[in-house]
């Protein structure tokens, strides 16, 4: 089994309990309250920053993992902008929610999975491409960008792939405000209870 089918096989293994918390489990100050906007607008501004990150990545990557040792534009930076960007929105999904049960939640379990990936794809990384990407490892950090290592082509040429990829992501996180739009009314007018008010 490869490390990408180990970690979506984990992950999927948390989808209810996590679909259970964000669909029953609600905070307890009032829907329309100032904490409960400034909440779900750093929710926004963390998804949409996630989300640039990740296109940013995939027009660098896509078509190219495992092929090419990507070192330029968010590579530059950190060994691991993906999930980076994925960290980002997942910190935004729980805010947009209002749920800081769901982000503890998620944070605590994609957290490990996620390092002990980037583990495994360094040992892959390490066999493919050799004092290439350990010269890289050397130089570049894992996940804490480094802003003065930033180098950049001119031009990169973007895969049709990528942009498939991309357009899914995107509008996966630009439908997550709605859902929880629709979950908040559903929840004021009784159509589903909630189960536990926090904190």
């Known amino acids: ?3 990408r ?7 999927r293994l948390f989808f209810l309990p996590l679909l ?3 669909v029953f489990v609600r905070p307890s100050w009032p829907a329309h309250s100032q904490i409960a906007f400034y909440i ?3 929710g926004y501004l963390f998804l949409l920053t996630g989300l640039a990150i990740r296109i940013w990545c995939i027009c660098f990557i896509g078509g190219r993992k495992s092929k090419l040792l990507i070192n330029q534009g968010p590579y530059s930076l950190c060994r691991n902008p993906l999930y980076v960007g994925t960290f980002l929105l997942v ?5 947009c929610f209002e749920n800081l049960i769901m982000l503890a939640f998620c944070l605590g379990v994609m957290a490990p999975v996620h390092v002990a990936v980037v583990l495994m794809e360094e040992k892959h990384l390490d066999k493919l491409f050799g004092e290439e990407y350990r010269r890289y490892q050397q130089t570049v950090p894992r996940f804490w960008p480094r802003l003065r290592n930033y180098k950049s082509p001119e031009t ?3 895969y049709t792939r990528a942009i498939r990829r991309i357009a899914v992501d995107t509008a996966f996180v630009l439908l997550l405000p709605e859902i929880e739009d629709w979950l908040e009314v559903l929840h004021d007018i009784d159509v589903l209870p ?6």
């Open 91 to 95: 910190i935004g999904a729980g805010l």
């Open 1 to 3: 089994m490869t490390w």
């Open 5 to 11: 089918k180990l970690r979506i096989r984990i992950l």
């Open 194 to 199: 909630v189960l536990w008010h926090f904190p």
């Open 20 to 22: 259970f918390l964000a």
């Open 156 to 158: 990169i040429t973007i």
């Open 40 to 42: 779900e607008l750093s």
